[in-house]
């Protein structure tokens, strides 16, 4: 079966919250651009979660929302 995507939202902080898994401590951060940053496994670099800040105001510039997603699928981990 298929990996399973997680979509939460905080209202107070306008961050869209994109797991794959739970959040833990040692994940490293990368802004991807755009307001959106990505939570990256510590050791192999596979990017494990996104937020994507100032959510509500995406929306409203434009019908159709796009997220950086070429640079999410091409961050590795140099050796």
Avoid at 46 to 54: I, Q, S, Y
């Amino acid at each position: 079966m298929a990996a399973k995507l997680t979509f939460r939202y905080d209202r107070e902080g306008d961050i869209l919250y994109i797991d794959r898994r739970q959040p833990y401590a040692e994940q490293e951060s990368e802004e991807l651009g755009d307001d959106v940053i990505a939570q990256l496994n510590p050791t192999t670099g596979e990017v494990e979660n996104l937020e994507v800040l100032f959510f509500s105001t995406r929306l409203l510039r434009a019908d159709l929302m796009e997220l950086p997603v070429d640079g999410v699928l091409r961050l590795t981990r140099a050796s």
